[in-house]
Every structure is written in structure tokens, then in C-alpha cells.
């Protein structure tokens, strides 16, 4: 080639590339409408995926993709059976990671757990549950629930002895008011074996029937807005006593059984001219009517028909006519989900939503009357039907199940003083666990538990120890915190008073608590300065999976929902997909509560004049009837399992405190609050922390994920209580969410 034909052939380059270059400018204007196209087709699909008789078949046909496709759009509309679906789904659970093995310890009066200077992998045990403000919330008796589901507990406060100890080296500042607080331990000889055993004839069995539908209403008491099946009728609910709200429901809508307030709060009227909020609800729930009295129970707890709580009450009517007759509850919608306005419309067709995806995980799955009987009921449809556990799992003693509620506490809500944060706060930066609980499912302990003396724990090789720390289990141990420690306490210390717990972080601090497998293994192998442990005595549990398959349905439900708040092109869907997602959040939530069954608190009311029952706590009078309460004790309830409710809320302390994110079986991050600077934490709250500075967690929207929810900038004076925080988290949410809404435009 001479230089003539090279100069040439550049020439044709050039124009070559003038060309190449429009047509990747073309393609790139068709790609960008193609992509937009094919935006607006998937949310077509998702809209349609909300109409109840849906099928993926013809809207495949229709929009020109494979069912495959659609489903993966709209997962709601899966054809395959629930139960081919179960058969095929797999086990993502990951087996925790061993750690080196340790000096064993010699001393046989007490065992001293070997510190984990190099971290050992940690599987984040649990997490009401609920999030910040969301502690648990009490739980009527269960005793009067849809027949003939098994009779339920309520989850009351746990009953703990109170009685004198020596004094805790060191107590956190927020809790000045509180003293110590001994715990129970496990006693030596025979009264002892009762503390390692289950309950004879009692165990949790896979139901033989299906629970019955129903007929439910939507009402905002404050417009009078009816919802009854696909129309809305406005009533006048007159004074919007029980009986005035029944009579003008029940003549829209006869036959209801169930009637959701979404608005207005009844039980609040008035409230003024009580002493307390309680006395006013529970003077509501017993208005006089001619047409209406009160629906009682059966059998010890027969007049045990009203649940007295401040904003979730409910009421249970029978017609004064006929007092065997059918009934009729009032309940409050924020026992489901808080509505934040939504009309009824959105309400109910949120409880359709919730239904549907429910739906495609349990083919017999019916919404009772509160999420914590619908998520225990739910559950019972999973108990193996074949293996170790085909025929269902044993109840612990009522010994080891008092032990559990006396030493087992929920969530860790702890305001952080100064001087250990400053005065003068940079910001308010507020994190919260995604669906926090369901990460801590995969593994539970089941069975009789092992006692585990010190003696015992000593002769343990450090392998063995590791391990053993690592399994399903709950120790009593005496724990120090160690010189030169500046960051958050790690383990719960038992006072008294409201806090119940505080979290001791004074270097030389000596207290003796109980505490999870999950948490003992983080103070042994934080990556900051181990903790020193001694071993009293312990609980260990086979490790199992009784929550493994309910938690995994319910997380693909909870991502359905969430998945469809997203994509949906009508508004009003969407945020009826957001409030069946926090549905679904409420039942495993307040299932895994119900588990723990505490002492029932059952509430009711006598005519005055008749004798009350023994033992009961009087909530107040008018001129006809007197209401009260009491502790009913435990029940023989096949489904109490306070041990899973412990492990799980155990794990979710740990990781609040270090969550690791993992791809696969790496390790490929670290979250929570032993990863931020000292002094920087200033809140926890059950399933989220604030901090004055933003962090570098990665958030992929999966269960235990720390999601920033609000920042709000300082200089700001440091809360000194739980409601000024509140206040200051609030103005927090607000201001990140006009931040990002500014970002969008």
C-alpha cells in the first residue's frame, strides 16, 4: 500500500466511524424506549396481578412473554402448587463456622469461656420484633379464638423473682433509679430434673382441619366509611358507643362477625374523665346496650370476654337476646399494620393482598382474628409430616418455661447518656433492620435440653466449648467487663424497674445474668477486646429448624407484597401492597411472641354485686358492671415454646450489636453497632440503632439489613428520655425523606 491509498483508506475510516457512531445513537434512542416499553409492560402485569381471579397464562399470551417471565414479574400469579413449590425449595441455611480451638480451663467450680481472639462466624440467631417503638405489644387471652383452633396464650410481661442480690460493680447511668436484680438458677437434685425436661402428653401437632373464614368489615369510625366486600357505605354510628357502631353495621352488613376500626378510635372517647387510658377503653368496651351484651368464654375464664388494652382493644358482643348466640368482635386495624390514612378501601384490599400471598405458600391459609393467631396457626401447617418430629414437638416443663420467661428478655431498648456520647449530638442518624426476625429463623433449639454444669463445661475440650457456646443454648454466667473498654455494653444485666435490663459497658463492671449462645459467643470474639465469661451452669438444645420452613414462607410473602408496592401502577395498590407487607411483618412478629406464652393476662367483667373471681386486679366500674384482670398462669398449650422466642430475640441483641453480610459462605461485611466509632451510638431500639454519624453499610433490602430511615442534622442537645429521642427520630425521618424526595426531582 502506497501513501496515496493509505491517506485514502483513513479517509473511508473516518467516514466509517461518522456512520458507526449514528448508528449507535440510534440504537441507543431505541434501546432507552425498548427498556421504557418494556417498564411500562411489567408494570401492567404487576397491576393486573392485584385482580383476584388473575391466572399468568393469558396475561403471558397477551403481553407476548413466557409465563416464566410473568411470574418472575408478578410471583403472586405462580401456577405451581404451594406444595410442589415447598417440595422444591432449598435449604439456604448456612452451619456455623468452627472456631480455633482454646486453652481449656481448669478450674472446676466455675468455667471460664475461652475469649475468640480470632472471630469465629456467628449466624445472626433472632430478632416482635417489632421495630424501634413496636416493642410487643400486650396480647389479649386467646382462650375465645376461631374454633377449633387449640386455645392460645397471651404474651403478658414475664413474671421474675425480685428479691435482693449484691450490688452490680457497675450500673449504666440511664438506669439510676434501678437497682439489682437476682434471677433464678437451676436448682441441684431432683427438683432440678424438672428444669431439664418436657411436658409430659404435650406437644405441638400438625392441625387435621381447616380454620373458618370470617366475615369481615372495614369502618373509619371517624367518617363512618363502611367497607363490606366491594362497595362502601357511609353509616351513622350516633354516639360510636359498641352498641350503636354493632347495630348500624350489623343492618348494612348482617351477618359480620368481625368489624376492623381503621380509624377514629372509639375506646378513646371521652378519655379525659379517666385516670387512666386503660380505665377509659375498658369503660367503652362495657357501654350498656339494650341490643348487645357482652360475648363470654368458656370454660374457668367464662367471663373472660373483652381484651382491655390502650389502642388495640377488643371487644366481644353477643345479641342481648341471645347470649350463646353468634358474635361479633370490634378490633383495631393497628394490630395488623399501622393505616397512616389509608381509607378503608385501601385497607381491605390491603387484607386481600395479604390473603393472596399467603395464599400461594399455604393452601389453606386463613386471616384470623389477630396476626398472632393467624402466624402461630400458620405455623402448625408446617410441622413435619414425616422425620424425627412427624409426630410433633415436645412442650418444656413449666419449670424450664418459667426459667425462660424469668431470664430471657425481648428487644434491647437502651438511651445512651452522656458523657459516654456527646452533650451536643453532630446528628441524629437512625438505622433499622429490615424484617429483622425473619433473618433468625433457619435454626431453633428442640427437644430436652442438656444441663451443663461448670464442672462439666470445664472437662469440655476448647473445641467443645466453642461449639457448644455456638449451638441453640442459654447460660447463666458471671461476666466482667474488661480494662481499657470505651464502646456499648454487650450482655444484659437484670434490674428493677421499668428498664427490666440495662447493658453494663464500665471497664471492671462485674454482674451475673443469663443469656443466649449468640450473644455469649460475641462478648467472647468481638473483634474489639474479648469479654471474660465464667460459666455457671447452661441449657443445651439439639439444634433444629421448627421455624426454619414458617419463616421462609412468610419471607417470600413479605417480598411479594414488598416487590408489588414497588412496581404497581395505581397508587392506591401500591400502598395497600406496602400495608400487607408490614401485615406480614406483624404475624411473625407477633407469632413468634406468642410462642413464648408467657403468663396469660386474661381481662373480663362481673355484674356488680356477684362475687369476682380470685386473684383478679380491678380496672374500673360503671353502674352495672365491674372489669378486671389477672394472671391466669400457664396453660397446657401445645404451642408453647418460649425456648424459640428466646433464641430468636437473643440473636437479634447480638446483631444489633454485629451483623455480618455474607455471599454465600463469605464474609463479605460487617453492620451494626460494635462497628461504629465509640461514642457514636446514641439509641437502641429492638431492632435499630441511632448513631450521630452516617455509616457505610451496605443495604440490599433483605431481611436484617440496616435500611437509614432518618438523619437529622445537629448541632442537637442529647435526648434525656425515650419520648424526647422519639421526637427527635421523628423530625429525623422527616427531613431524610425531603432530602431524598428533592434528590428524585
Known amino acids: 500500500m502506497d501513501r496515496k491509498s493509505y491517506t485514502a483508506e483513513l479517509a473511508g475510516l473516518r467516514e466509517l466511524r461518522t456512520e458507526i457512531t449514528a448508528a449507535e ?12 416499553l418494556a417498564a411500562q409492560r411489567a408494570r401492567k402485569v404487576a397491576g393486573l396481578a392485584g385482580f383476584e381471579g388473575a391466572q399468568a397464562a393469558p396475561i403471558a399470551k397477551a403481553s407476548g412473554l413466557s409465563v416464566g417471565d410473568v411470574v418472575r414479574i408478578a410471583p403472586l400469579l405462580d401456577p405451581t402448587p404451594a406444595a410442589v413449590r415447598t ?29 475468640l481472639t480470632r472471630p469465629a462466624a ?31 396464650a397471651a404474651v403478658a410481661a414475664p413474671v421474675v423473682p425480685a428479691a435482693s442480690v449484691a450490688p452490680v460493680a457497675a450500673v449504666d447511668r440511664s438506669a439510676v433509679a434501678a437497682g439489682p436484680r437476682e434471677l433464678p438458677s437451676l436448682p441441684e437434685g431432683p427438683e432440678g430434673a424438672r428444669f431439664a425436661a418436657v411436658t409430659t402428653g404435650l406437644v405441638s401437632k400438625r392441625p387435621n382441619f381447616v380454620q373458618q373464614a370470617r366475615a369481615t368489615v372495614f369502618l373509619d369510625a371517624a367518617t363512618g366509611d363502611l367497607a363490606v366486600r366491594d362497595r362502601v357505605v357511609r353509616l351513622d354510628l350516633g354516639a360510636r358507643t359498641p352498641g350503636e357502631i354493632l347495630d348500624a353495621v350489623l343492618a348494612t ?22 385516670s387512666t387510658l386503660k380505665d377509659a377503653v375498658a369503660a367503652w368496651l362495657n357501654t350498656p346496650s339494650e341490643r348487645w351484651t357482652t360475648a363470654v368464654g368458656s370454660g374457668r375464664d367464662k367471663l373472660a370476654g373483652h381484651f382491655v388494652h390502650q389502642r388495640q382493644p377488643v371487644g366481644r358482643y353477643a345479641p342481648a337476646a341471645s347470649p350463646d348466640g353468634p358474635v361479633t368482635e370490634i378490633r383495631s386495624m393497628g394490630e395488623w399494620f399501622d393505616p397512616d390514612g389509608a381509607d378503608v378501601v385501601t385497607c381491605r384490599q390491603a387484607f386481600t393482598l395479604l390473603w393472596q400471598a399467603l395464599r400461594r405458600h399455604w393452601d389453606d391459609a386463613v386471616l384470623m382474628g389477630s396476626p398472632s393467631q393467624t402466624g402461630r396457626d400458620l405455623w402448625s401447617r408446617t410441622i413435619p409430616t414425616t422425620g424425627k418430629w412427624a409426630g410433633g414437638y415436645p412442650v418444656l416443663s413449666e419449670e424450664l418455661r418459667g426459667l425462660l420467661h424469668a431470664t430471657g428478655g425481648q428487644g434491647r431498648t437502651e438511651l445512651v447518656l452522656p458523657p459516654r456520647v456527646p452533650e451536643q449530638l453532630p446528628a441524629l442518624v437512625e438505622y433499622d433492620r429490615t424484617f429483622a426476625y425473619a433473618k433468625h429463623l433457619w435454626k431453633s433449639p428442640v427437644g430436652t435440653p442438656r444441663r451443663i454444669t461448670a464442672a462439666v463445661f470445664a472437662a469440655m475440650t476448647g473445641a467443645e466449648q466453642v461449639k457448644a457456646l455456638m449451638s441453640c443454648s442459654h447460660w447463666n454466667i458471671r461476666v466482667t467487663v474488661p480494662v481499657g473498654w470505651n464502646h456499648v455494653g454487650l450482655l444484659p444485666a437484670p434490674v428493677t424497674g421499668d428498664r427490666a435490663w440495662i447493658y453494663p459497658s464500665e471497664p471492671g463492671a462485674t454482674f451475673t445474668t443469663w443469656a443466649g449462645g449468640a450473644e455469649v459467643h460475641l462478648a467472647l470474639s468481638n473483634h474489639l477486646t474479648p469479654w471474660k465469661v465464667e460459666i455457671l451452669s447452661g441449657l443445651l438444645f439439639e439444634d433444629g429448624k421448627p421455624l426454619d420452613e414458617w419463616g421462609k414462607r412468610l419471607k417470600a410473602a413479605w417480598a411479594d407484597l414488598t416487590n408489588l408496592s ?22 411473625l412478629l407477633f407469632g413468634l411472641g406468642g410462642f413464648a406464652q408467657r403468663p396469660r393476662l386474661v381481662s373480663g367483667t362481673t355484674p356488680l354485686g356477684e362475687a369476682l373471681p380470685a386473684g383478679v386486679e380491678i380496672l374500673g366500674q360503671d353502674g352495672e358492671v365491674v372489669t378486671w384482670q389477672r394472671q391466669a398462669g400457664f396453660s397446657r398449650d401445645p404451642y408453647a415454646h418460649p425456648e424459640w422466642a428466646a433464641y430468636v430475640w437473643s440473636g437479634a441483641r447480638a446483631a444489633l450489636l454485629d451483623m455480618k453480610y455474607r455471599q454465600g459462605k463469605e464474609v463479605v461485611g460487617h453492620a451494626g453497632a460494635l462497628h461504629a466509632k465509640p461514642g457514636t451510638v446514641v439509641y437502641f431500639g429492638t431492632d435499630g440503632i441511632a448513631l450521630t454519624e452516617r455509616q457505610p453499610w451496605p443495604y440490599r433490602g433483605e431481611p436484617g439489613d440496616y435500611l437509614l ?26 427531613e431524610l425523606a425531603a432530602a431524598e424526595k428533592g434528590a428524585d426531582q
Not at 417440595?87 to 480451663?105: H, I, N, R, W
Not at 433472632?126 to 424501634?132: C, D, G, L, Q, Y
Not at 375465645?144 to 383452633?149: D, Y
Not at 412496581?567 to 395498590?573: I, K, P, S, V
Open 122 to 152: 456467628v449466624v445472626e440467631q433472632p430478632a416482635p420484633a417489632a421495630s424501634e417503638t413496636e416493642a410487643p405489644i400486650e396480647v389479649e387471652d386467646q382462650a375465645v379464638v376461631e374454633q377449633p383452633a387449640p386455645a392460645a
Open 566 to 587: 414497588k412496581l404497581h401502577g395505581d397508587e392506591r395498590q401500591r400502598q395497600a401492597a406496602y400495608l400487607a407487607s408490614r401485615a406480614v411483618r406483624s404475624v
Open 87 to 115: 417440595a422444591k425449595a432449598d435449604d439456604q441455611s448456612v452451619a456455623p463456622v468452627g472456631a480455633p480451638k482454646a486453652e481449656p480451663v481448669a478450674e472446676p467450680a466455675v468455667a471460664v469461656a475461652p475469649p
Open 709 to 734: 430511615k432518618g438523619h437529622l442534622t445537629g448541632p442537637i442537645e442529647h435526648p434525656t428520655s425515650q419520648e424526647q429521642y422519639l421526637k427527635l427520630r421523628g423530625l429525623g425521618r422527616t
Open 253 to 274: 352488613a348482617p351477618g359480620t362477625e368481625r368489624i376492623y376500626i381503621t380509624a377514629g378510635a372509639p375506646w378513646h372517647d371521652g378519655a379525659e374523665r379517666y
Open 25 to 36: 445513537k440510534t440504537v441507543a434512542a431505541a434501546q432507552k424506549e425498548l427498556d421504557r
